[in-house]
C-alpha cells in the first residue's frame, strides 16, 4: 500500500510540471508570438520552445529529487519520447572503451558541428561513405551521449551499426547494482577513471516513408 502511494505520489508530481508548461505555453508564451507572426508560425514555435526546451529541462529537473532506482530500460529523444533500449554495458576507462572499440572496426562518431553536417548531407546525396557521421543526440540520466561508435553494414550502402555509451561510476567495494552505481556521477570520464559505460546499440537502416494501415 505504502509502494502504491508513493509510485502515485510521484507520477503526480511529473505531470503537475506538464500541466504548468502547458499553462504557461498557452497564456504567456503563445500570446507573444501570436501578437508578432503568422498563426501557423506561432504555434509552431510555441510547441517548439514548450516540447524541447521546458519539458525537457523539468524532467531533468524532477530526476535531481527522484533519481532512478534502476537501470533504466532505453534512452529518450530530446522530447522525452522512448527510443533505443539499453543493452550492453562495458567497464573501463574511456580509453580503454576507444580502444576496443577501434580494435573490432569501430569508429568513433564525429562531434556535430556545421562542417560536420555539411560533410553528412554531401555524402548522402552522391553515396559517398562517411564512417565518423555525426550521430542524433539520445538522453539518459537528463544528458545526451558521451560518446558513441558506428561501424558500416558491407554491402548495404548508408547503412550502419551505431551505439551510444554513456559513463557512470560505480562503487568498487559493493556488487555492481542499484545502490553501488553513480548514475550521474561521472567526472572521472576524461581523467582515466575506471567507468560503467551503459550503451544502447542499434541498426541504423537510413531514411524510409513508411506507411501504415
Known amino acids: 500500500m505504502i509502494d502504491y502511494v508513493v509510485r502515485s505520489f510521484k507520477r503526480f508530481a511529473v505531470l503537475i510540471p506538464g500541466i504548468v508548461i502547458a499553462y504557461l505555453s498557452i497564456h504567456s508564451i503563445f500570446p507573444v508570438f501570436d501578437k508578432r507572426l503568422p498563426l501557423a508560425l506561432a504555434i509552431f514555435l510555441t510547441y517548439v520552445l514548450g516540447a524541447y ?100 553494414i558491407p554491402g548495404e550502402r548508408g547503412h550502419r551499426h551505431h551505439v551510444r555509451f554513456w559513463a557512470t561510476t560505480y562503487k568498487n567495494d559493493k556488487p555492481l547494482g542499484v545502490d553501488s552505481i553513480r548514475w550521474d556521477e561521472r567526472r572521472s570520464e576524461r581523467h582515466g577513471g575506471n567507468l560503467l559505460w551503459l550503451g544502447a546499440a542499434s541498426r541504423d537502416v537510413g531514411y524510409r516513408l513508411r506507411f501504415y494501415r
Open 53 to 152: 526546451l521546458l519539458i525537457p529541462a523539468a524532467i531533468r529537473f524532477l530526476r535531481i529529487f527522484f533519481p532512478a532506482r534502476h537501470l533504466p530500460l532505453y534512452c529518450v529523444t530530446p522530447d522525452g519520447f522512448a527510443s533505443d533500449p539499453i543493452n550492453v554495458g562495458v567497464l573501463g576507462t574511456r580509453t580503454q572503451l576507444i580502444k576496443a572499440m577501434e580494435t573490432a572496426g569501430w569508429h568513433v562518431a564525429d562531434k556535430h558541428s556545421a562542417r560536420n553536417v555539411l560533410h553528412e548531407l554531401w555524402s548522402a546525396a552522391f553515396n559517398h561513405p562517411y564512417p565518423t557521421a555525426p550521430m542524433s543526440n539520445l538522453y539518459l540520466f537528463g544528458r545526451h551521449q558521451d560518446i558513441g561508435f558506428e561501424i558500416p
